[in-house]
């Protein structure tokens, strides 16, 4: 099993920056992606940006040059430094790892509005 945990959601101003932030615990050694997604009211869950443990990377066409994930193996890890935000990435954010099952946070809020 294998437990995640988010942080670092909150409001901010569209044109702004927020950093969120997932550590897992647990059976750990197993995990080989791990990423987020997020889901908007109204709206099916949809991937942001994943990363392997060997540090292969896909973002979503939408996040693309504003988004960038990053992993640390070492402290099991992975944060989302999300630029330039727009009203439309406002959503539920769900950190996600995978491993021989996949597992989900319980996700964080992100509300970009002036």
């Known amino acids: 099993q294998v437990q995640l945990v988010e942080s670092g959601g909150g409001l901010v101003q569209p044109g702004g920056s927020l950093r969120l932030s997932c550590a897992a615990s647990?059976?750990?050694?197993?995990?080989?992606?791990m990423g987020w997604y997020r889901q908007a009211p109204g709206k099916e869950r949809e991937l942001v940006a994943i990363i392997t443990n060997l540090g292969g990377i896909i973002y979503a066409d939408s996040v693309k040059g504003r988004f960038t994930i990053s992993r640390d193996n070492a402290k099991n890890t992975v944060d989302l430094q999300m630029n330039s935000l727009k009203p439309d990435d406002t959503a539920a954010y769900y950190c996600y790892a995978a491993s021989y099952g996949t597992y989900w946070g319980k996700g964080t809020l992100v509300t970009v509005s002036s």
């Open positions: 647990g059976s750990t050694g197993s995990i080989n992606v």
